[in-house]
Nanobody
């Protein structure tokens, strides 16, 4: 497994933007997909977006389509999430995760970064 470190969270007004980063300590040959999840207060963990590491195929939860963009830099072993048009309901702790082919729960997870959208 790799070590994941999220950064870039903070507090913004509704309609604002943030870019989250997830730096991986290495890129194992078995990595399949990297993803962003979030957990809002009182809510269960929710899938946000994912990207196939080799192909670049992307997936988004419906509520963030058109607002969030997931991307990666293979050379830097870094995952990004550009969040535009942020809404109060986007407030959550955002986590990055790696799926090695057996699902995210069996993969690697970061410690999370707080995103707060409030006026």
């Amino acid at each position: 497994q790799v070590q994941l470190t999220e950064s870039g969270g903070g507090m913004v007004h509704p309609g604002g933007s943030l870019r989250l980063s997830c730096a991986a300590s290495s890129h194992p040959a078995t990595v399949l997909t990297m993803a962003w999840f979030r957990r809002a207060p009182g809510m269960e963990r929710e899938f946000v977006a994912a990207i196939n590491w080799n192909r670049g195929t992307v997936y988004y939860e419906d509520s963030v389509k058109g607002r969030f963009t997931i991307s990666k830099d293979n050379a830097k072993n870094t995952l990004y999430l550009l969040m535009n048009s942020l809404k109060p309901e986007d407030t959550a702790v955002y986590y990055c995760a790696v799926d090695y082919g057996l699902g995210y729960d069996a993969g690697s997870w970061g410690q999370g970064t707080q995103v707060t959208v409030s006026s």
